[in-house]
């Protein structure tokens, strides 16, 4: 859009930065040019332990899809995060915890970074966890997350991190999906002064598993509060006690640049929610490479993202890209408004934070609260802002750039995914003008395209659905378990290409602004949800007969969940029965997936053939529904007219 604010780097930046614009048109155009020749030379940022000679071995053609990075190459990952950096750092500090309380933090260095993760994976090996094994982490944000992660890597295991707000239920179905068999977990998590019984939880979807047949052998608890947990003899085991059983030293795993790192489980439009599977070579240059470049950072730089490692964003820029640069990086076990509207800016004045990387809806809700909370800190450390999750609307964009960085911060709009391991598209702070709302231009090494509904490019500035041309490295392998899920999830819609899910629009200066999800995925609050895992949800509980789930625009969290209801004959729908149904789905799926609005729909507008239009309840939950559209297809056309004068009200 030529009407565009643009925020031009600066001389100052552009002089500072690793990468200014000649240079990322010049990597740029080597990288698409010649693939090999580039991340061949780039992989060596990473320590290898056998040298690869294959760099690029990838095919997109919907037969036949197959991905493969530096494959006869080996590695540990752990190793690249921790032990290469013990001849000149091992003082430096890894990680700076803060703590859900003001008062609590804590430093690790690079050294007691490797021995907290050799203890943990002599833990984990003489409790019978080998190369492969799948292990499930469901902490709270605090280091021996990242322990239990990096001594995962260590030992060749798998692991899967599910995050600490889900439901004892999608726990279960997490460790069945992966026949997992050993969880590490914590007593209770604490985020803004409140308690999750992590271990409690875990318990139930023990139980639950069970009942599937899905046997765990051991869980690992690690005490962070003290509070009072069930420990069931010979299967739970204290962190605290195991550690100090074992010795300080393990050796690394030898791993082929292709065998697995981790599973990530994430909801895409149908069925359960898929574990990604990302795989070490590839992953590790690719986190590590966007880390340094697209946050410039630099020795010495004080990072901070606030993530929490249960999401993607927490793998790859909390743990994995910044402890392969040597950088120290901050977990934060809290939220932005505890104990105040101010915390961030405070975290960030107390930790001298230079690297400030959060998500919009964040940044919206702070900007409710308003400037004087900001203000009323410094934030002189502060050299760049970063987003992520979800598309950031050009006026937080604006607040965040003057208000939170008084116009001195170059704000790097991230898109990526939790497939795409890294950093897609975005403004490299030193070469790429900003534009509040676009992340602007690809990553070296990736072409993203734009193509209409039946799959053909568009050129020039157009909109329409984002593809990626060819493969990065970081890209994911598989659906852990399924690979034609894979392939039918991405290569199918648009043949020969990746398909993100995600529409977009380009402009006349080539950049791209993407729009959010054309498919039936949520992202509330920049977590991602299928319409259809709330769906069923909201149909098991014995009242309701049928759902129909769909997103409307929500000032805070960008989206929230709207429910159409069909109850079983007889049932009453009463406003008591609305906060069941809310709390049903929490307890289902968790707090995330908590419905905005319910409304009780007698019927749901449907297809002769019986398909749900969801057209129809999209515009009606948008409040949209002056014109929609062709209902003459309906079975029922004077369904809509109900569902459109007990509309609920969004405001
Ligand atoms: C990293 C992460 C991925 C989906 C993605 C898109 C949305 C993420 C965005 C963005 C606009 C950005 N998304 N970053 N949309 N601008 N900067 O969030 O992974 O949880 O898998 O979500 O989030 O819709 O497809 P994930």
Request: glycine share 10%; with cysteine.
């Amino acid at each position: 859009m030529s009407d565009a604010k643009v925020h031009s780097v600066t001389p100052e930046w552009a002089e500072r930065a690793f990468i200014d614009w000649d240079k990322y048109q010049e990597m740029y155009a080597r990288s698409i040019d010649d693939p090999n020749g580039f991340w061949g030379e780039q992989a060596q940022r990473i320590d290898w332990i056998k040298p690869f000679t294959k760099v690029k071995n990838t095919s997109y053609d919907y037969h036949n899809v197959s991905i493969k990075w530096f494959e006869d190459g080996t590695l540990n990952a752990s190793v690249n995060c921790i032990d290469r950096h013990l001849a000149d750092r091992a003082d430096q500090v890894a990680i700076i915890w803060e703590g859900d309380e003001p008062a609590d933090h804590k430093h690790v260095t690079y050294r007691q970074l490797h021995e907290y993760v050799c203890r943990l994976a002599n833990v984990m090996k003489a409790h019978g966890v080998k190369k492969g094994d799948r292990v499930t982490i469901y902490m709270p944000m605090i280091p021996e997350a990242a322990y239990a992660m990096l001594a995962c890597a260590r030992i060749g295991a798998v692991h899967s991190v599910v995050f600490g707000g889900f439901s004892p239920d999608s726990l279960a179905n997490r460790i069945e999906d992966c026949r997992s068999d050993f969880v590490i977990t914590a007593d209770e998590g604490v985020r803004g002064g409140r308690k999750i019984p992590l271990k409690a939880n875990t318990d139930k979807a023990i139980e639950r598993a069970a009942k599937d047949g899905a046997s765990v052998r051991n869980v690992l608890v690690v005490k962070r509060t003290g509070g009072d947990v069930a420990m069931t003899e010979g299967r739970d085991l204290w962190y605290h006690e195991e550690i100090e059983k074992v010795g300080a030293d393990c050796p690394a795993e030898e791993m082929g640049a292709e065998d697995p790192l981790f599973i990530l489980y994430t909801s895409g439009s149908t069925g359960k929610p898929k574990g990604v599977l990302h795989t070490t070579g590839g992953y590790m240059v690719y986190t590590s490479i966007t880390h340094q470049y697209v946050f410039d950072y630099h020795d010495g730089d004080i990072y901070w993202c606030t993530a929490d490692v249960g999401w993607v964003t927490g793998h790859s820029y909390i743990v994995y890209g910044p402890l392969a640069n040597g950088a120290t990086t901050l977990m934060f076990e809290g939220v932005p408004n505890y104990p105040s509207g101010s915390r961030f800016w405070e975290v960030c004045d107390k930790h001298g934070v230079n690297i400030f990387y959060t998500a919009p809806t964040a940044i919206r809700a702070l900007m409710g609260a308003g400037d004087e909370a900001v203000k009323k800190t410094s934030r002189k450390s502060l050299r760049l802002l970063g987003s992520v999750g979800e598309p950031i609307n050009p006026e937080a964009w604006e607040w965040y750039y003057q208000v939170v960085g008084e116009g001195r911060c170059p704000v790097v709009d991230t898109w990526w995914q939790t497939e795409t391991g890294g950093i897609l598209i975005t403004p490299l702070p030193g070469a790429i003008a900003q534009k509040p709302g676009s992340a602007t231009k690809p990553f070296f090494g990736v072409q993203p395209a734009v193509v209409d509904n039946e799959g053909n490019l568009l050129e020039g500035a157009t909109e329409g659905n984002l593809v990626i041309l060819d493969s990065w490295p970081g890209q994911m392998r598989t659906v852990y378990g399924d690979h034609d899920r894979f392939v039918q999830t991405y290569f199918a819609t648009y043949k020969g290409n990746y398909f993100t899910g995600d529409g977009c629009r380009r402009d006349a200066d080539g950049d791209y602004w993407i729009t959010g999800r054309v498919d039936d995925v949520l992202n509330v609050s920049g977590h991602r949800m299928g319409t259809a895992e709330v769906e069923s949800a909201l149909v098991a509980h014995p009242k309701v007969s049928e759902a129909a789930v769909v997103g409307y625009p929500h000032n805070i969290k960008g989206q929230g969940i709207y429910c159409y209801v069909t109850l079983m004959a007889g049932e009453e729908p009463t406003e008591e029965l609305k906060k069941e149904l809310r709390n049903w789905v929490r307890s289902e799926i968790g707090p995330i997936a908590s419905p905005d609005l319910i409304q009780f729909a007698p019927g749901l507008p449907k297809t002769r053939s019986g398909k749900i239009m969801r057209r129809i309840l999209r515009k009606i939950a948008e409040d949209d529904f002056s014109n929609l559209g062709d209902t003459s297809t309906l079975a029922e056309p004077a369904v809509v007219d109900d569902l459109v004068e007990h509309r609920q009200n969004r405001a």
